[in-house]
């Protein structure tokens, strides 16, 4: 093999086997995660605190 080809390839290995990149892929992951969670609790909260207006509004319409 010619030496400029050797020297290519073993950057290319390099390159390839790095791992730098693998923190960025595994925060990403877990911010999804966590987008997500929060989105599903989001409609939960929603309807509770629709619920507590709701009887509230209830509550001073009696009174009145």
């Not at 730098?20 to 990403?28: H, I, R, S």
């Not at 987008?35 to 509004?57: C, D, K, Q, R, W």
Request: glycine content about 6%; overall charge positive; aromatic content about 10%.
């Amino acid at each position: 093999m010619r030496p400029g080809y050797q020297r290519l390839v073993f950057r290319l290995q390099c390159w390839i086997l790095r791992e730098n990149g693998q923190d960025l892929v595994e925060y990403a992951l877990v911010l999804g995660v966590v987008a997500g969670v929060i989105t599903a609790s989001n409609h939960a909260v929603a309807n509770t605190i629709s619920t507590v207006f709701s009887n509230l509004a209830t509550q001073f319409s009696a009174t009145v």
